[in-house]
Nanobody, 119 residues
Framework: QPHLVESGGGLVQPGESLRLSCAAS????????IAWFRQAPGKEREGVSC?????GTIDSVKGRFTISRDISKNTVYLEMNNLKPEDTAVYSC???????????????WGLGTQVVVSA
């Protein structure tokens, strides 16, 4: 039953900001770690950020990207600031019953949302 739906992607110019949302259903954020991944064409998928079951966070783009969660809305956000062309990718959220970590730990995935950063 767990289901994740991303939203908030789009086309932006370098230096602009976006906030992505990951709406979760069929699970509680107190039982699952939620991570953001991204994959650009021709590149491996990479982890961007993760928030664990107790609200601890791990960010791979410190200073520009910030992950947060709203327990009441069962939603996780990724605030992306000062976007660069190299941030262009499909961004997906994923849920892990175990913890933040490598891709095999994640049980459920959303379909992703496209982010394009271009002048």
């Amino acid at each position: 039953q767990p289901h994740l739906v991303e939203s908030g992607g789009g086309l932006v110019q370098p230096g602009e900001s976006l906030r992505l949302s990951c709406a979760a259903s069929g699970l509680t954020l107190n039982d699952y770690a939620i991570a953001w991944f991204r994959q650009a064409p021709g590149k491996e998928r990479e982890g961007v950020s993760c928030v664990d079951k107790i609200g601890g966070t791990i960010d791979s783009v410190k200073g520009r990207f910030t992950i947060s969660r709203d327990i009441s809305k069962n939603t996780v956000y990724l605030e992306m600031n000062n976007l660069k062309p190299e941030d262009t990718a499909v961004y997906s959220c994923a849920a892990s019953f175990i913890d933040c970590g490598a891709e095999p730990l994640y049980d459920h995935w959303g379909l992703g949302t496209q982010v394009v950063v271009s002048a």
